[in-house]
C-alpha cells in the first residue's frame, strides 16, 4: 500500500468516525428529553403501557443505534492506531495483505474477504444461537425440559411416554385459558384446542374407561349423571340423579 492510498484510508476514517459522533449527539440530544415530556403528557401513570408502546420501542431502538455508533467508533479508532502501528491493511488471520479495495469500502475490517467468509460459513465466532437472547436459556427447551416424549424437538408428533412430564403440567394450566386466541393460530377453531395436544385422554388408558359410571347399593354399575346438564331435557336429567 503506497502512501497516498494510506492518506487517503486515514481521512476516510476520520471522517466516518465524525459521522459515527455526530449521530450519537443527535440521539443524545432525544435522549435527554423524558418520555413524557417527548409525548406532551402531563403523566402518564394513568396510561396504559400499550399506549405509549410505540414511543418506548423508538426510544428502546435509539439506545440500540447509539450502542452501535459507539461499538463502531472503536473499530474505526482501533484501525488508526495500527496506521499508526504499521499493522494497518493486513488479514489478522491469514496475514495477507487485504485488498484496497475492500479496504475502500470497509475501511475498519480487520481481515480480508476470504476469511471473514471462513469465519461466517465455519460458525465458531459467530454463532447464531450463541448470539441469541439471554432469556431465552430459561424457556428453552419447552416445558423447562421436562418432558418424556420421544423425540423431544417433536413434541406432540413423536412417541408420548404415559409419565407425567412437564408438557402434562402446562396442558392442565392451559386448559384455564392463555393469552392466545383462535386468530393467532390459523388452523385453530376453538378457544378449547389453542394448546398442544388438547384432545389427548387424560387418566385413561382405553376409551370405554372414560364412560362416566358409578356403582350402586345394589352393586350394579350405572351410568353417571351427575354434574352433567341435558339442554334439551334438563328436568329429565336432574331427576335421573
Given at each position: 500500500?503506497?502512501?497516498?492510498?494510506?492518506?487517503?484510508?486515514?481521512?476516510?476514517?476520520?471522517?466516518?468516525?465524525?459521522?459515527?459522533?455526530?449521530?450519537?449527539?443527535?440521539?443524545?440530544?432525544?435522549?435527554?428529553?423524558?418520555?413524557?415530556?417527548?409525548?406532551?403528557?402531563?403523566?402518564?401513570?394513568?396510561?396504559?403501557?400499550?399506549?405509549?408502546?410505540?414511543?418506548?420501542?423508538?426510544?428502546?431502538?435509539?439506545?440500540?443505534?447509539?450502542?452501535?455508533a459507539?461499538?463502531?467508533?472503536e473499530?474505526?479508532?482501533?484501525?488508526?492506531?495500527?496506521?499508526?502501528?504499521?499493522?494497518?491493511?493486513?488479514?489478522?488471520?491469514?496475514?495477507?495483505?487485504?485488498?484496497?479495495?475492500?479496504?475502500?469500502?470497509?475501511?475498519f475490517?480487520?481481515?480480508?474477504a476470504?476469511?471473514?467468509?471462513?469465519?461466517?460459513?465455519d460458525?465458531?465466532k459467530?454463532?447464531?444461537?450463541?448470539?441469541?437472547?439471554?432469556?431465552?436459556?430459561?424457556?428453552?427447551?419447552?416445558?423447562?425440559?421436562?418432558?418424556?416424549?420421544?423425540?423431544?424437538?417433536e413434541?406432540?408428533?413423536?412417541?408420548?411416554?404415559?409419565?407425567?412430564?412437564?408438557?402434562?403440567?402446562?396442558?392442565?394450566?392451559?386448559?384455564?385459558g392463555?393469552?392466545?386466541?383462535p386468530?393467532?393460530?390459523?388452523?385453530?377453531?376453538?378457544?378449547?384446542?389453542?394448546?398442544?395436544?388438547?384432545?389427548?385422554?387424560?387418566?385413561?388408558?382405553?376409551?370405554?374407561?372414560?364412560?362416566?359410571?358409578?356403582?350402586?347399593?345394589?352393586?350394579?354399575?350405572?351410568?353417571?349423571?351427575?354434574?352433567?346438564?341435558?339442554?334439551?331435557?334438563?328436568?329429565?336429567?336432574?331427576?335421573?340423579?
Amino acid at each position: 500500500m503506497d502512501s497516498l492510498s494510506k492518506i487517503a484510508l486515514r481521512k476516510k476514517l476520520e471522517d466516518l468516525k465524525k459521522e459515527y459522533q455526530q449521530y450519537i449527539n443527535n440521539l443524545e440530544q432525544g435522549l435527554e428529553v423524558s418520555l413524557t415530556d417527548s409525548i406532551a403528557e402531563l403523566s402518564l401513570y394513568d396510561n396504559h403501557p400499550a399506549d405509549v408502546a410505540s414511543e418506548v420501542y423508538e426510544r428502546g431502538k435509539d439506545i440500540g443505534f447509539k450502542i452501535y455508533a459507539q461499538q463502531q467508533i472503536e473499530k474505526v479508532e482501533d484501525a488508526l492506531r495500527r496506521l499508526e502501528e504499521g499493522t494497518y491493511g493486513y488479514c489478522d488471520k491469514c496475514g495477507k495483505p487485504i485488498p484496497l479495495e475492500r479496504l475502500e469500502i470497509v475501511p475498519f475490517t480487520t481481515m480480508c474477504a476470504d476469511c471473514r467468509k471462513e469465519e461466517w460459513e465455519d460458525g465458531t465466532k459467530y454463532d447464531l444461537k450463541a448470539r441469541r437472547s439471554i432469556e431465552e436459556q430459561v424457556i428453552m427447551p419447552p416445558f423447562g425440559g421436562f418432558t418424556n416424549d420421544i423425540p423431544r424437538d417433536e413434541l406432540g408428533e413423536g412417541v408420548e411416554e404415559n409419565m407425567f412430564d412437564g408438557e402434562d403440567a402446562w396442558q392442565i394450566v392451559a386448559r384455564y385459558g392463555t393469552a392466545e386466541s383462535p386468530s393467532d393460530i390459523g388452523s385453530v377453531l376453538d378457544y378449547d384446542h389453542l394448546y398442544l395436544d388438547y384432545d389427548e385422554d387424560v387418566g385413561i388408558v382405553e376409551r370405554y374407561e372414560q364412560i362416566p359410571i358409578y356403582k350402586d347399593e345394589d352393586g350394579q354399575f350405572y351410568e353417571d349423571f351427575s354434574g352433567l346438564d341435558d339442554e334439551s331435557k334438563p328436568q329429565e336429567t336432574y331427576n335421573q340423579e
